[in-house]
């Protein structure tokens, strides 16, 4: 039995969809720059189909500053292409997403990657802007990047990391557009 | 003289709109339950905003008054349903309460005709493009049927009727225009008796100041100045009956107005007046004074 667990623990790391599936990464937080909202209703609609997807705590539409904020809850399975259909289902364009999320580091097809549970990994990459390098394999990692628009999978391109369990200090680093 | 419930009630037993009546309480029930919708011009052709999956209640009223006197008196419910983003489709139905019959139907706003036809329409936005934050330019294309449930003008036979339109415009947070053009054509041949057939079109320009740009709860504020254009081409532009013209029907008219639309977070409202700056009607028809209209909006997702 127990010979037959550690066989099936192995499959499952070498398998993709089953690595995803044990990944206990996750998406805490997002910045969703919104392009094409011109109207109050505008923002409620993409509110009303962001609020929707499972794993969303909060979620907070401006107009004004055509972006969404979104806070997960621990344990999601969100994922940025999911974030971006939802937006465009709603009529909107979706734009770069800034987000903060925590998961291990892995090497997938040669590149680093960030473990998240229920999706297939994200690739790390360094900011051109001159951002810190991902973690090293195998540690876990607090990142704060961006994804470009129109690049649903990734990568992040990573702004602040650390490579421990501590976090940095909330609002310590300001957001793309400039929210808070 | 008739109170307006005596004349609304004989009018509805005449155009057998007693069952769409009824239907009346359960539309503005839904509406009750519903989130606040409504994303544009009163009368002019604009592109549908409902996302996938929402729904919106419309409720019109439209009154056109000749010298002092109320001509045509309507209300209209609209159902509208969003089956893509990027794809509608309308529902209306008539409740008109009162008309001396002296004027040509026209459109009550773009998407509800004021002739007492049950409309379904469908519109499909072919292009969308979000150049930056709170802009968009997008044109749409809807098609569409009537289906008469009263002669319009009185004494001519209803017919069916296929409509089309195309619009295209920009929205921004602060500046919006649309224009666009509508045409709807009865299906019978051209001696059978039908109403006339009916081209508008539309221009609209719109402003929001930028201290009514703000998120919820504020409400959300803005203005229009509404020109829309009535035409008919020739004989095919006037009713027909036993074969022959009538003469009292079709011509030329050009109407300006400014409008108004509020939305609130669960409600919207909008309407304002058009004014007739230009008329050449055939026949003796009576000259509009001025067009008024009022929509309320409600949509939930």
Same mark, same amino acid.
Request: proline letters at 8%; charged letters at 15%; a neutral charge.
């Given at each position: ?37 011109? =109207?109050?209703? =505008? ?52 734009? /770069? ?27 790390? /990459? ?55 | ?13 005449? @155009? ?30 604009? #592109? ?11 409720? &019109? ?13 309507? *209300?209209? %419910?609209?159902?509208?349903?969003? !089956?893509?983003?990027? $794809? ?14 002296? *004027? ?11 002739? %007492? ?13 979000? %150049?930056?934050? &709170? ?8 098609? &569409? $049927? ?11 036979? %209803? ?7 195309? $619009? ?19 299906? #019978? ?6 109403? &006339? ?27 229009? *100045?509404?020109? @829309?254009?009535?035409? #008919? !081409? ?20 050009? *109407?300006?107005?400014?409008? @108004? ?27 509009? +004074?001025? +067009?008024?209209?009022?929509?309320? #909006?409600?949509?939930?997702?």
């Amino acid at each position: 039995m127990r010979i037959a667990f550690v066989v099936l623990c192995a499959v499952g790391s070498f398998v993709p969809g089953l690595a995803s599936a044990q990944a206990s990464g996750q998406i805490l937080e997002i910045h969703q720059r919104v392009f094409g909202m011109d =109207c109050l209703p =505008c923002s409620q609609a993409v509110h009303a189909t962001i609020s929707r997807i499972a794993g969303v705590e909060s979620v907070e539409v401006s107009m004004r500053r055509g972006g969404a904020d979104i806070h997960l809850l621990p344990g999601n399975t969100v994922s940025v292409a999911q974030l971006r259909a939802a937006i465009r289902k709603a009529g909107y364009e979706p734009k /770069e997403t800034w987000l903060r999320a925590r998961g291990e580091v892995a090497v997938d097809q040669g590149a680093l990657v960030l473990k998240l549970a229920g999706q297939a990994p994200l690739r790390l /990459e360094a900011s051109a802007s001159g951002g810190p390098v991902p973690c090293q394999p195998g540690e876990d990692m607090l990142v704060e990047g961006t994804i470009e628009a129109g690049k649903d999978q990734g990568p992040i391109l990573v702004e602040q990391r650390k490579c421990s369990a501590e976090s940095p200090a909330p609002g310590q680093h300001p957001r793309p557009d400039g929210g808070g | 003289m008739d109170c307006i419930f005596e004349r609304v009630a004989r009018r509805a037993r005449h @155009v057998h709109c007693a069952p769409l009546a009824a239907c009346l309480p359960v539309v503005l029930l839904l509406a009750s339950r519903a989130l606040a919708n409504g994303h544009g011009p009163v009368y002019g052709l604009a #592109t549908p905003t409902l996302s996938e999956g929402g729904w919106a209640v419309d409720v &019109g009223a439209m009154d056109r008054l000749a010298g002092t006197r109320s001509q045509d008196l309507n *209300l209209r %419910p609209m159902v509208s349903y969003g !089956l893509t983003s990027d $794809v509608q489709l309308s529902a209306s139905v008539p409740l008109p309460l009162y008309s001396r019959g002296t *004027l040509d139907p026209v459109r009550m706003m773009a998407l509800m005709p004021a002739a %007492p036809d049950v409309e379904m329409l469908l519109g499909w936005r072919f292009h969308r493009q979000a %150049p930056a934050v &709170g802009a968009r330019f997008e044109s749409t294309l809807y098609a &569409g $049927v009537d289906y008469p449930v009263e002669a319009s003008p009185p004494g001519i036979a %209803p017919a069916p009727a296929v409509v089309g339109a195309l $619009v295209t415009g920009y929205a921004s947070r602060s500046i919006y225009a649309w224009i666009g053009g509508l045409y709807r054509r009865s299906l #019978t041949a051209l001696e059978a008796d039908h109403p &006339g057939d009916q081209i508008m079109a539309s221009l609209v320009l719109g402003y929001r100041p930028p201290f009514l740009a703000r998120d919820a709860p504020a409400a959300d504020w803005r203005i229009f *100045l509404e020109g @829309v254009g009535e035409y #008919t !081409l020739g004989d095919q532009g006037q009713g027909q009956l036993a074969g022959r013209t009538v003469p009292n029907t079709g011509g030329t008219e050009v *109407l300006v107005g400014p409008t @108004v639309l509020g939305l609130f977070g669960a409600w919207g409202i909008s309407g304002g007046p058009l004014f007739p700056v230009y008329s050449a009607l055939n026949g003796n028809q009576p000259t509009e +004074r001025v +067009r008024l209209a009022l929509i309320f #909006t409600y949509w939930w997702f």
